[in-house]
């Protein structure tokens, strides 16, 4: 049974870092803990995928939108692709970046794989290839 508490964050093998949200109320200090745990990753920016499981339970106050765009919370990031499945977080997605936009390239997407994509081949991205020998 997994027990790691939210926020989940790890790095796949093409270098993008998963940021995982949780349910529930997203607060600042959520978003300063995810910020931390991909500094202990990687201090290299990278482009980051983020993510819930929250449905249509989720908020998030007007302080953590705001950091969302600071200098401290994208300062180790390329690309953000947020990944929303249901109607209430594309909503929320889309008051985030309509008014706390970040100043890197950041797209919403309905599912993980398109936004792998877009992570992969966007400008600023920048994800590190596997050399073959």
Known sequence: ???????KVS?????IIHLELGSGSIDVSHLREANSKHRALSKVPRPVMISC?????????TEA???CS????????TAFALVAQSFIQRYLAKV??????PPKPTRLFS????ALKWLHD???AQVPHKQTA
């Not at 049974?1 to 926020?7: G, I």
């Not at 985030?96 to 936009?101: D, I, K, P, V």
Request: charged share 25%; proline share 4%.
């Open 122 to 124: 966007c400008e600023g």
């Open 53 to 61: 499981n929250a449905g249509n339970k989720i908020s998030i106050n």
């Open 1 to 7: 049974m997994d027990t790691t508490p939210y926020p």
């Open 96 to 101: 985030l970046m309509t008014f706390h936009s």
């Open 111 to 114: 599912n993980k794989q398109d």
């Open 70 to 77: 600071s200098k401290e919370a994208t300062d180790v990031t």
């Open 65 to 67: 939108m705001e950091y």
């Open 11 to 15: 790095i796949d093998e093409h270098s």
